[in-house]
């Protein structure tokens, strides 16, 4: 499903217009045909819980980092020869990052839908565009770094006017993109992106709302899972011990204190 950018009129969803959809969208369901009614296929309990749209946010690891930037990568392969790829792959592989940012790029540009999150992560927000610069066509090359820099300002803004220009520059992005690539680009995960300034206003960086915290707690989580048997329960299981063994401070009482320094003469 396509949302072209020409048809965007800015009136935000309310929850109230939300819950009406959805209730209609199950009137209109019969059976195991689902009926989507401005794009809302039916109710969700979590909304007795959240409110739409202020509380639901885009999650910037999947919506960027797995979705659109390597689908983006794959457009530009189409038009890079095979000696430009490789030139690109060996930067990639050759690059060398912080101790604590650990980075590998393993598979080729050809192939960046098979890159984890945390490397898009690292070619959208720092390397894409020195690595790129020589490589691309200057229209796609212009319109990577007005992608780059808004997705960065977005990422840990400063101030307010961080916060404004980077939505200026994706709403830049998302109006060209069509005529930068073709009318296929315009799909939702595109169209989210005009989402994101509004998002950053209630929430905060897209760097303290993403998933990439809870993904690697889930990492941590998985190591008191052994074998691919009762898995919730062994996590439980050693969690729940943790919590029973582990040492809580606690302040001695001064005055049941004994004072054993040479100066005091004790021994």
């Known amino acids: 499903m396509l949302y072209p950018y020409s048809n965007n009129d800015y009136t935000a969803r309310t929850h109230d217009s939300y819950l009406k959809s959805a209730r209609e969208a199950v009137k209109k369901s019969k059976g195991h045909k689902e009926v989507a009614v401005n794009g809302i296929k039916g109710l969700s309990y979590l909304f007795e ?15 960027v ?5 390597p689908s983006l990568i794959s457009r ?27 980075v590998a790029f393993l598979e080729s540009i050809k192939v960046a839908s098979l890159w984890k999150a945390k490397n898009s992560r690292l070619f959208v927000l720092y390397v894409g565009v020195p690595i790129m610069v020589n490589h691309l066509p200057t229209l796609l090359f212009s319109h990577f ?22 939505e200026r520059l994706l709403d830049y992005y998302c109006r060209t993109a069509s005529k930068v690539y073709d009318s296929s680009i315009e799909i939702f995960s595109l169209h989210a992106h005009l989402h994101l300034g509004h998002q950053v206003r209630l929430h905060g960086g897209l760097a303290h709302t993403s998933a990439f915290s809870f993904e690697s707690a889930v990492r941590y989580i998985k190591k008191n899972a052994h074998g691919s048997t009762n898995v919730a329960s062994q996590i439980a299981y050693w969690n729940n011990l943790r919590c029973t063994t582990q040492m809580k401070k606690f302040n001695l009482v001064t005055n049941s204190l004994m004072d054993v320094s040479e100066e005091n003469g004790n021994i």
């Open 145 to 166: 770094i007005i992608y780059s820099l808004a997705i960065k300002l977005l990422h840990a803004p400063q101030s307010k006017e961080d916060i404004l220009l980077g």
């Open 65 to 69: 980092c797995l979705c659109h930037i």
């Open 76 to 102: 530009w392969c189409s038009c890079l020869n095979k000696l430009s790829i490789l030139d690109i792959d060996k930067k990639l592989q050759r690059l060398r990052t912080p101790h604590n940012i650990k």
């Open 49 to 63: 819980i959240f409110r739409y749209p202020d509380q639901i946010i885009y999650d910037y690891m999947h919506l």
